[in-house]
C-alpha cells in the first residue's frame, strides 16, 4: 500500500479520447468521469475532489459560467479547463478570473498541461507548475539545457514548450528564436535551480574563455550581460514592474550560484545568509548590487569577478551595528557627529569579515573599505581619488547607486530602472571634473543596457 494518499480526481465533460490520454498521467488517482451539465455542476460532490479536470465539450454550457460553478461549489480543488481552438475563443485570463486555477489549449499545451497534472499528483499542487520569464544567455545549437522552456505569446496567451530538458536545442530553433525576437523564456518553477547552475556555469566557461580569442570572449561577455539587463530595464512603471523585479532577482540568483561554485564559495552565501538572517532589505540590497556589480564588471569585460562579488555581497554589513537612523543615511539628514560614525561601516564591515574569519584576500577587504570613495576625491573613508580607487570599488560604486535608485520601497520602486539609467545618462554627459562617480566606468555601464 501506498503513503500518499490518493488523489481524488474527477474528469469532467471530457470526451472518450481524451480521458484515454488523462488516465496514464493520473496514475494512482482515484478518478471519477461525470459528463457536464448545469445540474452536475450546480451541486458540490461530496467527497470534494482534490482536482478536477473539466471541459465545456458539447455540453453548450459557457467555459465561464462552468468555471464560476465548479468555484463556487468546490472552493479549495484544484479546476483545471481544458479547451480546444473549436470551442471559441481561448481567453486564459477570464477562465482564471472566473475561477479556474489555470486553462490550458489543446493540443497546443498540451505538454505543459502533462506537466502540471504530474505535478498535482505528486503532491505539488499547481504552483510548482508556475513558469518564470528568464533570459537564457549564450544559446548555441548544440547546448543541451537540462531544463524545460516554453514561449509565450501575449497575442494569444499561449504558452507552448520550447526545448525539453536533456535535449539539444538545434541551431534552427535558435536562429528562428532569434528571428521573431523572443529574448525571454519561461522554466518550470519546479526546475528554477537548474537554470541557475547553468547561468553560472555559462558566465563562468564565459569569463575563463576557453578556446576562443580574448576579443570573442568579451563580446560574448558582453552580449551575454545586455541580454540579462535588457529585461530588467525595459520595464518600465508599475504594469510589468513585477516582471523586472523577477528577472533582478534571478540576476542575484545567478550571481550567488557563481560565488557558491567557487571553492568555499557555498560556505561564504551561508555565513552571509546566517548573519544577514531576517534582515530582508538589507540583505536584498546587498544580493542586488553584488548582481548589477558582478554583470557591470562581466559586461565591462573583466575576467576576475569573484572578488568583487563577494566583496560586494559584504560591502554594508557593517552598517547592521549601527542605529536604523543611520542605516537610512540616503535619507535623513545626519548631524556631523552621526556622519562620521555613519562613515566607520566600510570599515566595520572589514572587521566583521576579519573577526568572523571569513577566508577572503585583501582584495576584497579593499573593495569594500573603498566603496564610499568618490572618483573626485569628496568620498570616505581616506579622500583617496581616480585610479588610486581599485577598479572593482568603482564599478561597485555604480552599482549601489543603480539599486540606490531603483530600490523597492513599500512595493514601489523609487524610479524605474528605465529612469534610473536616464539619470545616470545625464549624469554621465556632465562636467568630469564634479563626478563622485568613475566617467568612463559609468558611460560603459550605461552602455549596456538598451540605448
Ligand atoms: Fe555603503
Ligand atoms: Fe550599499
Keep these: 500500500m501506498s503513503d500518499t494518499p490518493q488523489v481524488r480526481a474527477v474528469l469532467m465533460g471530457l470526451d472518450p479520447d481524451a480521458i484515454q490520454h488523462f488516465r496514464p498521467i493520473l496514475k494512482g488517482a482515484e478518478i471519477r468521469e461525470i459528463t457536464a451539465s448545469l445540474e452536475s455542476l450546480s451541486s458540490p460532490m461530496d467527497p470534494a475532489p482534490a482536482l478536477i479536470v473539466c471541459s465545456p465539450g458539447s455540453s453548450g454550457i459557457s467555459p465561464f459560467e462552468m468555471a464560476q460553478l465548479l468555484r463556487m461549489n468546490h472552493p479549495g480543488s484544484i479546476i483545471l479547463l481544458i479547451f480546444k481552438d473549436s470551442m471559441g475563443e481561448f481567453d486564459r485570463r477570464g477562465f482564471v478570473k472566473n475561477g479556474a486555477s489555470d486553462a490550458f489549449l489543446l493540443p497546443q499545451e498540451s505538454e505543459l498541461l502533462r506537466e502540471t497534472l504530474t505535478d498535482v499528483i505528486a503532491g505539488l499542487g499547481i504552483g510548482a507548475m508556475k513558469l518564470k520569464p528568464v533570459k537564457v544567455i549564450d544559446l548555441s545549437g548544440d547546448v543541451a539545457l537540462d531544463f524545460d522552456t516554453y514561449l509565450y505569446f501575449p497575442i494569444n496567451d499561449k504558452r507552448i514548450q520550447f526545448s525539453k530538458g536533456g535535449e539539444a536545442m538545434g541551431q534552427s530553433r535558435i536562429d528562428n528564436l532569434k528571428a521573431h525576437n523572443f529574448s525571454t523564456l519561461l522554466v ?26 580574448e576579443t570573442e570572449r568579451q563580446e560574448r561577455a558582453r552580449e551575454s550581460v545586455c541580454e540579462l539587463l535588457k529585461g530588467v530595464y525595459q520595464i518600465k512603471g508599475s504594469g510589468g514592474f513585477s516582471e523586472g523585479q523577477e528577472l533582478v532577482a534571478s540576476c542575484r540568483e545567478i550571481v550567488k550560484a557563481l560565488v557558491s561554485s567557487q571553492p568555499g564559495g557555498r560556505e561564504f552565501i551561508e555565513r552571509l545568509g546566517a548573519i544577514m538572517g531576517g534582515q530582508d532589505s538589507s540583505y536584498s540590497h546587498l544580493a542586488n548590487v553584488a548582481a548589477y556589480a558582478t554583470l557591470f564588471a562581466v559586461g565591462l569585460g573583466m575576467k576576475d569577478v569573484q572578488e568583487l562579488a563577494m566583496a560586494a555581497l559584504f560591502h554594508d554589513v557593517g552598517l547592521q551595528g549601527l542605529s536604523p537612523r543611520l542605516q537610512e543615511a540616503a535619507e535623513v539628514q545626519l548631524t556631523p557627529e552621526e556622519l562620521a560614525l555613519y562613515e566607520t561601516h566600510p570599515m566595520l564591515s572589514v572587521k566583521i569579515m576579519q573577526e568572523k574569519r571569513f ?55 523609487l524610479m524605474s530602472p528605465f529612469e534610473a539609467i536616464n539619470k545616470l545618462r545625464q549624469e554621465a554627459a556632465r562636467d568630469p571634473g564634479r563626478m563622485t562617480l568613475d566617467p568612463v566606468v559609468l558611460n560603459k555601464v550605461v552602455a549596456l543596457f538598451p540605448q
Design 359 to 413: 577566508p577572503v584576500s585583501d582584495k576584497v577587504h579593499k573593495i569594500i573599505m573603498q566603496h564610499h570613495e568618490c572618483f573626485n576625491g569628496s568620498g570616505f573613508p581616506k579622500k583617496i581619488s581616480g585610479s588610486q580607487i581599485c577598479m572593482e570599488a568603482r564599478i561597485l560604486a555604480v552599482a549601489d547607486r543603480f539599486d540606490e535608485l531603483t530600490v523597492v520601497q513599500t512595493g514601489r520602486a
Design 188 to 213: 518550470p518553477k519546479s526546475q528554477i535551480d537548474k537554470f541557475y547552475a547553468y547561468s553560472a556555469k555559462t558566465l563562468k566557461a564565459l569569463l575563463n574563455g576557453d578556446g576562443i580569442s
